[in-house]
């Protein structure tokens, strides 16, 4: 230590200059923080600003829409609810004539029964959830867009048709992946073969005879196994009717 007091002693009057460029580098520094720090807080305020005129903006559109719609003639307020209204019911309408026919298609259809079984059944839980569903949307469902309906009787019937098309999603794929599997092999025979007779019965290039044999062939494989409706026989009927109308060929030229 003794060296650097020496070296001190020897060399005091370089203190003053030296001493003098710290401050020199000190007082720049900090300067350029004090520029950096106003800079920033002028930045903060432009957005305060800029956000407190924006929420004046918005405050002034709510306080000028509150006002009109006060203002409004409330038979045009009236008739504006009406036909959001209306237009609301139609697309519930829609949504449930859809899901509706959606169902049919597997109702009327003996081959796509036969192909899903468990959309027939309604011993099966998520069949029968969907078959309830279906019995509250219809009975909620008013007699068309133009019948005038409150808000309640609205929300009550769009929250049954939701519960309805949702049930129906849900036992259709249920249906799709288990297809025949709940029954067993002699039973999944039997479904193979009234499938493959259905084909024939609605085949105009089978003869009449043909045609009636597979018919019958077709309801016997199905008894107690697939629960076919009355309207799903009448189609059937008419499909095979239709095949064995005979084809009439033009006159024979005189």
Do not use: C
Not at 5 to 34: H, K, M, Q
């Amino acid at each position: 230590m003794q060296p650097l007091f020496d070296f001190i002693e020897g060399y005091w009057w370089l203190v003053f200059p030296l001493g003098g460029g710290i401050a020199a580098v000190a007082g720049s520094t900090a300067t350029w923080w004090s520029k950096e720090s106003k800079a920033r807080h002028k930045r903060r305020l432009e957005l305060l600003q800029a956000k407190t005129e924006a929420r004046s903006i918005e405050l002034q559109a709510r306080a000028q829409l509150k006002a009109a719609k006060t203002t409004a003639d409330p038979d045009d307020v009236a008739a504006e609810d009406a036909a959001n209204r209306r237009a609301r019911l139609t697309r519930l309408l829609d949504t449930h004539d859809d899901v509706v026919r959606r169902w049919l298609d597997y109702e009327l259809d003996v081959a796509k029964l036969i192909a899903f079984p468990t959309m027939s059944d309604g011993r099966q839980p998520l069949t029968a959830a969907f078959l309830r569903a279906k019995k509250a949307a219809d009975g909620l469902r008013p007699a068309g867009a133009d019948v005038a309906v409150s808000a309640e009787e609205l929300a009550e019937y769009r929250t049954a048709v939701n519960d309805f098309e949702v049930a129906f999603d849900i036992a259709e794929q249920d249906a799709r992946r288990v297809r025949d599997s709940g029954f067993s092999e002699t039973e999944r025979k039997r479904l193979d073969r009234a499938q493959q007779l259905l084909r024939t019965a609605v085949d105009q290039s089978a003869t009449a005879a043909e045609r009636q044999v597979a018919y019958r062939r077709v309801r016997e494989e199905l008894d107690g196994l697939i629960s076919l409706s009355d309207d799903a026989i009448e189609v059937l009927e008419k499909q095979v009717a239709r095949a064995i109308e005979p084809r009439r060929d033009p006159l024979p030229p005189s």
